[in-house]
């Protein structure tokens, strides 16, 4: 089956932060129909295969037998995806309303654009940062 949207999330003993991110994906999909969900699984150790084969059937579980880190791990579930956009979410996080139509629309509505960051919230919504400067020597000696 084709996917308009591929999301994948990778799980490394976050059990609990990734039920409730699929939870709110679950909750916001327009049409889930068009929505893959790809939990690649970096070997955790806090039981969340039988938890997330639990939660749904539609959810694409990949296990791997060792923590391959964070990069490496979303390649694994890059190859899994067949959604004409792919969403890399961290698995602290969660989704709200109007999230994933306002996403697609972007993309539609400037086909020329490949890839998007998105306004990122903490619990408290106070916008949190997403990016950091170049590394530098004097960037670490004075990072938070």
């Known amino acids: 089956m084709e996917f308009y949207l591929s999301i994948i999330i990778v799980n490394w003993n976050t059990r609990e932060q990734t039920l409730t991110c699929i939870k709110s994906i679950m909750r916001y999909s327009d049409d889930q129909a068009c929505v893959q969900v790809v939990v690649v699984d970096n070997a955790s150790d806090d039981g969340p295969q039988s938890a997330l084969r639990e939660i749904s059937d539609s959810v694409e579980l990949i296990e ?79 990072s938070d």
């Open 64 to 142: 791997n037998q060792e923590n391959l880190g964070f990069g490496r791990a979303n390649n694994v579930g890059l190859k899994s995806a067949t959604g004409r956009v792919v969403l890399f979410l961290n698995s602290d996080t969660e989704i709200t309303e109007g999230f994933i139509s306002n996403l697609l629309k972007e993309f539609d509505l400037h086909p020329d654009i490949a890839a998007f960051g998105c306004k990122i919230l903490g619990y408290d919504d106070v916008p949190q940062h997403s990016v950091r400067g170049f590394p530098s020597l004097t960037a670490c000696l004075y």
